[in-house]
């Protein structure tokens, strides 16, 4: 007599959600009337979802205005990952990088839509300490909301080391040295080499309506004067040249280590810096002073000033230097783009500093244009300060 089996009938699968029986376009569409942030969020539902945002859907949202946070440079805690912050919503988003093959990415630039990294393909990369010389690196422009990129031409260890990366429109890239340039685009697809012709080292620049803008140090050793020059993306061999007025006077006398930033609409650059109390080398600064040029006017107007009690939780004895506008051994970090600004240090790890443009003087707090406002909960990364980018997420470009 056969033996009765103890095993119940066979399990049966339960049917996919309605949902994913829908035709790819169909899906597509109901994607598509959804916010970018929600596309993102999405992604993470199921493959099925995250394999159908590859590509733009039928009605591409708007961009959604991030600023990107990295860390140090030279430094990877999070190689397969970045964070942003949505300025918008007072929210943050996390962006996975896992499809990139390689074993380290840092992200450093952007530009609609694309988002360029340095990217290391050695494994010894990570375990190397900061304090370490690293192997080359490569360029990778990619788009993290479709998951696509592509790997540029190949550059020298001391571009990835030394050089200031800036992205330009339809794809073209610029990479700023102390001594010479590169640029790529892909109707190219090379680098091509330019001596610089500048004073000193650029320092902070920025991209702005087609040109280049940067300051260069033209004082003594034992005294800093700083100078405005611009250049055309297309005349980087041969079209530097000072950018002044003279009605200017001691503009760039009045700020303490000053830094650009894209200001918001066209034609418009910000500069920042510590407002100095004195003339002195040593003078302390009062405060941090945000200067707005206007290139189409060619007029400089005071365009913010942080609120003293903000102040003093970066300053260190009253005064602006070390690595940004803290005193001390107080590095601080300035950034942001697009009439925004960010301010993170190390004695307000886990939150930034914001300012945002507001348009003509007298919109903002204590009289000045512009808003001020604390962003809580930002991830850190140790002893380092994190500094980060403007990066416009969607679906406009894909590399």
């Not at 009938?9 to 009337?33: E, R």
């Not at 993102?40 to 159908?52: D, G, I, Y």
């Not at 830094?259 to 080398?281: D, N």
């Amino acid at each position: 007599m056969p033996e009765e089996s103890e095993s119940g009938p066979p399990p049966v699968s339960s049917p996919p959600p309605p949902i994913l029986l829908l035709p790819h376009d169909s899906l597509l569409h109901i994607l598509s009337l959804l916010p970018l942030r929600q596309l993102v969020l999405c992604r993470l539902v199921c493959r099925h979802f995250a394999a159908s945002l590859t590509s733009p859907p039928p009605a591409t949202p708007p961009l959604l205005p991030l600023l990107a946070l990295r860390h140090p440079r030279h430094c990877y805690p999070h190689p397969h990952s970045f964070y942003s912050y949505d300025p918008l919503s007072d929210s943050h988003l996390h962006f996975p990088l896992d499809f990139l093959p390689f074993s380290s990415t840092s992200p450093i630039t952007s530009s609609t839509s694309l988002l360029y990294l340095w990217a290391s393909t050695s494994s010894a990369d990570t375990l190397t300490p900061c304090s370490q010389p690293k192997p080359p690196k490569s360029l990778i422009v990619s788009n993290p909301v479709t998951r696509r990129f592509k790997t540029l031409p190949q550059l020298g260890s001391a571009w990835s080391r030394h050089g200031t990366v800036l992205a330009g429109p339809a794809g073209a890239v610029i990479v700023l040295a102390e001594l010479a340039a590169l640029y790529y685009s892909p109707s190219i697809a090379t680098w091509r080499k330019f001596s610089l012709n500048l004073p000193s080292k650029p320092r902070s620049p920025v991209l702005v309506d087609g040109a280049i803008y940067t300051l260069c140090d033209v004082g003594a050793p034992w005294r800093s004067q700083w100078k405005l020059f611009g250049c055309g993306i297309e005349e980087l061999g041969s079209g530097w040249g000072a950018v002044e007025k003279e009605g200017w006077g001691d503009v760039f006398d009045v700020l303490k280590r000053p830094r650009l930033v894209r200001g918001g609409g066209e034609g418009r650059v910000l500069m920042v810096g510590g407002l100095r109390s004195g003339y002195g080398a040593e003078s302390p600064c009062s405060t941090v002073m945000i200067l707005r040029l206007d290139l189409g006017r060619m007029e400089w107007e005071e365009a913010g000033k942080m609120p003293l009690e903000m102040y003093k939780c970066f300053a260190i004895g009253g005064g602006v230097g070390g690595g940004g506008t803290g005193g001390g051994n107080n590095k601080v970090k300035v950034f942001g783009g697009e009439g925004r600004v960010w301010f993170s240090g190390r004695r307000v790890r886990g939150r930034m500093a914001m300012w945002e443009e507001a348009g003509e003087k007298g919109e903002g707090e204590e009289g000045d244009g512009g808003r001020w406002r604390w962003v809580e909960c930002v991830p850190g990364y140790g002893d380092f300060v994190y500094r980060g980018f403007v990066y416009n997420a969607g679906f406009a470009e894909i590399p």
